[in-house]
């Protein structure tokens, strides 16, 4: 989807409530800084707050509009939200057009996967890892929780330099350092590990093979010493090394015996990877 907003007209609604969260500090515009006092953000300001990133980044973004390859992507990604916490929520799941191996969450419950990482993917239990850890930081409100102890966040930058190479064009080098300081300061050690620890258990209740985002992780830290691009977007935002992979075998480990004859694969799967790797390649 490659369409305009007039940033100014839909940021009226959430400055509304964010002017009275925060006691008078105005929420910039996408790509400006929010340097605003500590405050409580209510889940329906979350959701306001997700729903205004996520038209900026969709304005910005090429997505795939492919309905089988979105429909499976939507299909997996319901099938994972309705094992977490917040089910509920009005989740939405795009896979942006890029050879980018990455996949993010807005708060409110947007996630994005990149065509890069279904397409390097080997099993579908891996890009359902992938993305039951990015449910996770949702399902934990972990950038809320940023956002209240910082007072600052610029959610469409972050995403826009993970997903894309947008901050290659955004001034140079100082957008880039940005960009980098966005991505990289996100989320915790803390906010990490929880979210891997909850990908196991929303995988696990969905009924899907677990082992999928250890693996994951596991390969792509291989690919990155033998060949970083594209792979390094994904450490920006994921830091990963052999301790992340250690801490998250030895959960499932713990799975009862019973837990652990689930769905490794499926033949949808790899008919959708091979509808991607049929269209054009992105630019």
Not at 258 to 278: G, K, M
Request: proline fraction near 4%; aromatic fraction near 4%.
């Amino acid at each position: 989807m490659n369409r305009s907003i007039n940033v100014d007209d839909g940021m009226r609604p959430i400055r509304r409530r964010l002017l009275g969260l925060v006691g008078g500090c105005l929420a910039a515009m996408a790509l400006a800084t929010m340097a605003c006092a500590p405050a409580k953000v209510s889940e329906t300001d979350e959701r306001e707050l997700g729903a205004y990133e996520a038209a900026y980044i969709d304005s910005a973004v090429h997505s795939i509009n492919d309905s089988a390859i979105t429909g499976y992507v939507s299909a997996l990604g319901r099938s994972l939200t309705s094992h977490s916490s917040r089910a509920s929520l009005d989740w939405h799941f795009t896979v942006v057009d890029t050879s980018l191996v990455n996949a993010m969450a807005l708060p409110g419950g947007f996630v994005y996967v990149t065509r890069g990482l279904i397409e390097q993917s080997d099993h579908a239990d891996e890009l359902a890892g992938v993305m039951a850890h990015e449910i996770g930081h949702v399902d934990r409100r972990h950038s809320i929780h940023q956002l209240e102890k910082r007072g600052k966040r610029d959610l469409a930058l972050l995403m826009l330099c993970t997903l894309t190479n947008a901050c290659r064009t955004l001034g140079g080098a100082i957008a880039v350092q940005v960009g980098a300081d966005a991505v990289t300061a996100q989320y915790s050690q803390h906010d990490e590990a929880e979210a891997d620890s909850m990908a196991v258990v929303i995988t696990v209740r969905a009924g899907i093979d677990p082992e999928g985002l250890p693996a994951f992780l596991e390969k792509v830290l291989k690919q990155r010493r033998e060949e970083p691009t594209p792979i390094d977007a994904f450490f920006a935002s994921h830091p990963t090394d052999e301790a992340r992979i250690s801490v998250l075998r030895r959960q499932i480990a713990r799975l009862p015996t019973s837990s652990r004859q689930l769905s490794h694969d499926t033949p949808e799967f790899h008919d959708i990877q091979a509808r991607l790797r049929a269209l054009p390649k992105p630019s």
